[in-house]
């Protein structure tokens, strides 16, 4: 498979010519290509073995000390000093911390760390004269402590806090006289630091510094209003590059051995219409904003063309000898990536009417086609999360996972030529116009305490436990495994609803009709002319016939689907039952026996738009009114009479677990005492005569802690299991009340007197009667979400269990945003195996949704694969009593998008999963292609007389032709007896 699919990707590159215009147009279409949905599947692999792993700081943002030994003044200093604002005079202090960042650096395990130098640290005003030699030493010192822990330096000449002299005197960046001075700065650093630093990074970042510096004044120096000046800075920007590269490659080069190149950022746009028009509009974005510094630098010397149709006399010109002077003046593509651009500081005039998204994996194809294949060092790249969050940084921690895994397939997938990956950044610090408002260090930096305290983050955890394994190595837990399910495995598929027709199809209409009577190829009736009808039979239901071919067609064994109580009893008292429906309901499960499709159903099912009950129960206050109790009870008992010959699974009540904000803890009370008393009475006045089975469907999705390297969370996520799952399996499947947890935490949050949580307590009869009320558990189950106790986003925060619930970003996501995760699947049936032993259990429901106009539901099929093998190394090499398996669901009609069978204009058609459903059933699991075939044929009856037909065989066959013999002759006799005789005629 995963060979098949690299051949796949190898075949839809796209092949560069160098200098092509626009190659990188084609991305957008290429990634429409690509199967799915295998591409976006998580990928275990690793990185090369060169692969380099950094981490980074900026000056500003963490040295402080901003006018200690002999600094002098940043723009920074000078545009943070006005108004109301957070500044980096402190920031976490690394200027006077080398030793306790170097141990952090050190325990990340990380080949290189990317660091700026402050200008005005080694030169106060900006000029060489200037030069402040314990700014210096700062720098050496920093360099030779990192080369003893064989770490690489990455740094950086220019990381935004321009000496503020040069600001005040020349303008900054809008003054060609940087080019010069910045030549010198840069010389004295090679000069001084070259011997011990392989990669140089001459400025960070210069759309920033360009665009809203001296555009929007965003950041310093804060300048806005002329619309020109963004671009005269940018243009002096480039050539102050390539000067300083110039440099380089003349004077150093060859004795330092080094690197230079320039950090440029990117967003990442995608077209809201795949038409050309958006294709071309997403380009320009990218022009705009990359290509601005990117197009002269690694192609022609020029301008993208989009910018100078845009702009016209606001761009300025290279001449033809600056652009020989500019093009080719990198050694490798040099990329940030992440939050300080990304749905932060594009504006919406950069998007040309498209949609920002956060593809670091297109990103890098797009380099790749466009620039001729460059070798690309991430020099920048994460997320951030809320200033008030310490070490449970979450978010930043799976955006990390994601941007890595992308850059993986990028390698891997793509063939791009990644060479390093910088995680940004090592220490929390000032984040520039966002102050203290954000966090995006791998290290907590305790602002308020007097020495700065740093602590690791869940992100350092896992960022140092991702660089020791050198990616994402394919564990044996995550491998498919061949194997096959017992032979009496049930196999089935679910539906909330089916189809009803009340009214039968055929042998309904008691007229008589003539054909043609009038000569126009039509039945006429005769009037006043009738006839009997028939009584009813089942065949008479097209819907039955249709749905039932359609089941057999599955190969399933069983059918699980839902009664409708409010259309059987609309008043809610059996006494008025509606007869005809309850007899297309006979019918119903008849067809399905004589189809050899065992039917399970379920009595009561909710579903969001409906509460599953008669309006009159409703209207009476529903489950919180134990009249309902005892008319759910009577209803069972009228399901159980009526259709009990052919039903041998019951299913009392469908995810009564589901708790929104409506539903109080004595519905839960009531719909617990209501499934135990309809459990009885199947038990005592209908399991002897029909010998069914009756239970409960419990939803039961996954709940995993957010922190894999942390214990702090499997609290949080027991006590979401114990809310969702517990609360009614204990009660059924344990000592017959609710979960201790559950109690005490409700307990201590009534004591706070902010909440009225109250959960009723059982009776002595009550624990008598609930509990021990099944013969299986059943449960659904669909997807996985993570869980932990910061508050980090409120829409996503649970107040009366206080967590916090969090996708991976890796994870697959369905159209509707659920999250394809089939080990949560295992997980789930092994903690109802600890918790109650060795019950039998059946998934009762499983499934995604997908699109519905698709025949190939490609990701259903994924996940159906998947989801079934989790569920078979639950079985197989965990042991838990796994009896059954339905997919979720039958058709689109009764479950849109969730069907096996679409449904389009009136018309069912069979899905591609459907037929891979069929195969997996067939073959009862993933049997090993060299295993013997599974023997699945039945024991053979065990008869303790046939041992006297086998001994006395000739005997008994004797006997056996005299009685037969005997009796002819006696029916011979009988017959001529009475036969009259034969007259003639005289």
């Not at 003054?175 to 011990?196: H, M, S």
């Not at 009813?536 to 067609?553: F, M, N």
């Amino acid at each position: 498979m995963r060979l098949r699919y690299l051949y796949f990707v190898l075949c839809c590159q796209v092949l560069c010519v160098s200098g092509d215009p626009d190659a990188g147009s084609r991305t957008w279409a290429r990634f429409l290509k690509l199967p799915y949905p295998e591409d976006e599947a998580f990928l275990y692999d690793t990185f090369p073995d060169d692969f380099m792993w950094s981490v980074g700081t900026a000056a500003y943002q963490t040295e402080g000390a901003f006018q200690k030994d002999g600094k002098g003044l940043s723009i920074w200093d000078t545009f943070t000093s006005a108004g109301n604002r957070g500044t980096g005079e402190v920031a976490s202090d690394s200027y006077h911390s080398v030793h306790r960042d170097i141990h952090l650096i050190q325990k990340l395990k990380v080949t290189h760390y990317r660091f700026s130098i402050s200008w005005p640290r080694i030169f106060p005003n900006g000029t060489i004269g200037s030069y402040n030699e314990a700014g210096a030493s700062y720098y050496i010192n920093l360099i030779h402590r990192l080369k003893r822990i064989g770490v690489e330096p990455v740094v950086t000449l220019y990381h935004w806090d321009l000496p503020d002299t040069l600001q005040r005197l020349y303008g900054g960046w809008s003054n060609p006289i940087l080019v010069d001075l910045f030549k010198e700065y840069a010389e004295f650093c090679f000069r001084t630091f070259g011997d011990n630093v392989k990669f140089w990074i001459t400025i960070d970042n210069p759309f920033v510094v360009a665009w809203h510096g001296y555009g929007t004044g965003m950041v310093a120096p804060g300048i806005k209003g002329d619309p020109g000046l963004p671009f005269r800075a940018g243009h002096t920007l480039i050539k102050a590059h390539a000067a300083v590269w110039h440099l380089y490659d003349n004077k150093f080069r060859q004795k330092q051995g080094g690197k230079v190149s320039i950090a440029l950022g990117s967003h990442w746009i995608s077209p809201r219409k795949k038409s050309k028009e958006n294709i071309k509009a997403c380009q320009c974005s990218l022009d705009f904003v990359l290509g601005w510094f990117a197009k002269p630098l690694f192609i022609d010397g020029d301008y993208p063309a989009c910018m100078k149709k845009n702009l016209s006399s606001n761009l300025p010109s290279f001449t033809e000898a600056e652009k020989r002077e500019i093009r080719n003046t990198t050694d490798f593509f040099a990329l940030s990536f992440g939050s300080v651009l990304s749905f932060q500081l594009i504006n919406d005039s950069l998007k040309f009417g498209q949609t920002e998204s956060l593809s670091l994996r297109m990103v890098l194809y797009w380099i790749n086609a466009e620039y001729n294949s460059p070798k690309i060092f991430i020099v920048e790249n994460g997320w951030f999360v809320n200033g008030n969050t310490k070490t449970e940084d979450a978010k930043n921690m799976y955006y990390m996972k994601r941007f890595i895994m992308e850059t993986l397939k990028s390698i891997k997938y793509d063939n791009v030529s990644v060479i390093g990956y910088t995680a940004w950044s090592l220490v929390d610090g000032f984040e520039w116009y966002r102050e203290y408002n954000i966090r995006r260090g791998l290290y907590y930096v305790d602002f308020l305490s007097p020495d700065l305290r740093r602590e690791p983050k869940s992100s350092a955890f896992f960022y140092q436990k991702l660089i020791e394994k050198n990616g994402f190595p394919l564990l044996p837990e995550n491998e498919p495994i061949t194997g096959v399910f017992p032979c009496n495995f049930t196999w089935g598929t679910a539906a909330n609803s089916i189809q009803v027709e009340t009214i039968p199809s055929q042998f309904n209409d008691p007229n008589v009709y003539v054909w043609d009577k009038s000569g126009n190829k039509k039945p006429e009736k005769v009037e006043g002319v009738v006839v009997p009808l028939r009584k009813t039979r089942c065949g008479d239901y097209a819907s039955i016939r249709y749905q039932v071919s359609r089941l057999h067609r599955m190969h399933i064994t069983h059918f699980q689907f839902s009664l409708n109580w409010p259309s059987l009893v609309p008043t809610g008292n059996v006494s008025q039952v509606k007869t005809t429906l309850l007899l297309y309901y006979k019918c119903f499960v008849s067809e399905l026996q004589r189809a050899n499709v065992t039917p399970v159903v379920t009595l009561w099912h909710r579903t969001a738009q409906h509460s599953g009950l008669p309006a009159p129960l409703v209207k009476n206050k529903g489950w919180q009114n134990t009249d309902t109790v005892q008319a759910f009870v009577a209803y069972a008992r009228l399901c159980f009479r009526e259709l009990g010959d052919h039903v041998k699974y019951w299913i009392t009540l469908n995810e009564p677990n589901i708790r929104d904000e409506q539903k109080t803890f004595l519905e839960g009370h009531n719909l617990l005492k209501a499934h135990a008393l309809a459990w009885h009475v199947y038990d005592e006045d209908f399991r002897r005569a029909q010998k069914g089975q009756v239970s409960i469907t419990l939803h039961a999705d996954w709940v995993e802690p957010a922190y894999p390297f942390s214990r702090n969370d499997v609290e949080p996520a027991n006590r979401v299991l114990e809310f969702r799952i517990g609360w009614f399996a204990e009660p059924i499947f344990g000592n017959g009340d609710y979960p201790q947890l559950m109690r005490e935490w409700l307990q201590q949050r009534n004591n706070l007197d902010l909440y009225d949580y109250h959960l009723p307590h059982f009776t002595e009869e009550e624990r008598n009667l609930v509990q021990g009320t099944y013969d299986f558990f059943a449960l659904s189950h669909y997807t996985t979400s993570l869980v932990f106790e910061e508050v980090e986003e409120k829409t996503q925060y649970n107040t009366y269990l206080e967590v916090h619930f969090i996708p991976d970003t890796t994870w697959l996501k369905s159209p509707k945003r659920g999250a394809v995760v089939p080990w949560g699947l295992r997980k789930v049936l092994n903690w109802v195996k600890s918790r109650y032993g060795d019950v039998p259990i059946y998934i009762m429901s499983n499934g995604v949704d997908d699109d519905q106009t698709e025949t190939d539901d490609k990701l259903r099929l994924y996940y159906m694969e998947n989801y079934i093998n989790e569920a078979l190394k639950a079985s197989v090499l965990d042991g838990v009593n796994l009896q059954g398996y339905f997919a979720y669901a039958f058709d689109d009609q009764s479950d849109p998008g969730f069907g096996l069978y679409g449904y389009i204009h009136d018309e069912f058609y069979i899905k591609l999963s459907l037929g891979h459903y069929r195969k997996i059933i067939d073959k009862n699991g993933f049997p090993s292609p060299t295993a013997p075939k599974q023997d699945c044929t039945l024991e053979p009856y065990s008869c303790p007389g046939c041992s006297l037909f086998f001994t006395k065989k000739s005997m008994i066959t004797f006997l056996s032709f005299i009685g037969i013999c005997f009796v002819i002759t006696v029916g011979l006799v009988m017959y001529y007896s009475k036969k009259p005789g034969k007259r003639y005629p005289y």
